[in-house]
Antibody
Framework: EVQLVESGGGLVQPGGSLRLSCAASGIIFSDYGMSWVRQAPGKGLEWVSTMAGTGGFTNYADSVKGRFTISRDNSKNTLYLQMNSLRADDTALYYC????????????WGQGTLVTVSS | DIVMTQSPDSLAVSLGERATINCESSQSVLSGSTNKNCLAWYQQKPRQPPKLLIYWASTRESGVPDRFSGSGSGTGFTLTISRLQAEDVAVYYC?????????FGQGTRLEIK
């Protein structure tokens, strides 16, 4: 069974940094692209970033480009999201998601970790 | 960026009836390399993460009931729930995953009439 468990969320002041982690189990982690998707309170889904299984390429939403960095450690089955220069509008539940393998659709999701940016 | 627009924003359907949700992309999401439409549908129930229902516009994810079906090509897509059940109450999202950013639609809230 695929399990994705996010951690690292919390309360941070504007301009601060956080690093989110997503621990994966039940899969050959390096076989799959992984993504971060966020959801502001009461709002819809916003794709944040995607990284290929081998880490060969990455993509970012314009809203986070230059501030957030996605990375992965395939030896630890863990995906990361380094978030710098955080703003109030980054406040959201951050989901880690695994691609379907045959496509970039998101087949498995974690429960999310909440990031709150506030002074 | 490709803009995904869903209609309607909310929908109320009687139990056992058909529900139809539309998704329009601002440009084609047909992949030139696969000749498939890079369009997925997700279901999100309250206080739960999204669940993948459909990918490649019409391929049902394993374990998804066959009352859920996807159709369309190019820029226009539809999610159909053929016989609405109470557990289908949720918000539904489309997403294109061909071209970064992998944009989502704004969501459609489905309720029971």
């Amino acid at each position: 069974e695929v399990q994705l468990v996010e951690s690292g969320g919390g309360l941070v002041q504007p301009g601060g940094s956080l690093r989110l982690s997503c621990a994966a189990s039940g899969i050959i982690f390096s076989d799959y692209g992984m993504s971060w998707v966020r959801q502001a309170p009461g709002k819809g889904l916003e794709w944040v970033s995607t990284m290929a299984g081998t880490g060969g390429f990455t993509n970012y939403a314009d809203s986070v480009k230059g501030r957030f960095t996605i990375s992965r450690d395939n030896s630890k089955n863990t995906l990361y999201l380094q978030m710098n220069s955080l703003r109030a509008d980054d406040t959201a539940l951050y989901y880690c998601a695994k691609t379907a393998g045959s496509s970039w659709a998101l087949a498995n999701w974690g429960q999310g970790t909440l990031v709150t940016v506030s002074s | 960026d490709i803009v995904m627009t869903q209609s309607p924003d909310s929908l109320a359907v009687s139990l056992g009836e058909r529900a139809t949700i539309n998704c329009e992309s601002s440009q084609s999401v047909l992949s030139g390399s696969t000749n498939k439409n890079c369009l997925a549908w997700y279901q999100q129930k309250p206080r739960q993460p999204p669940k993948l229902l459909i990918y490649w516009a019409s391929t049902r994810e394993s374990g998804v009931p066959d009352r859920f079906s996807g159709s369309g090509s190019g820029t226009g897509f539809t999610l159909t729930i053929s016989r609405l059940q109470a557990e289908d109450v949720a918000v539904y999202y489309c997403q294109q995953y061909c071209y970064a950013p992998h944009t989502f639609g704004q969501g459609t809230r489905l309720e029971i009439k």
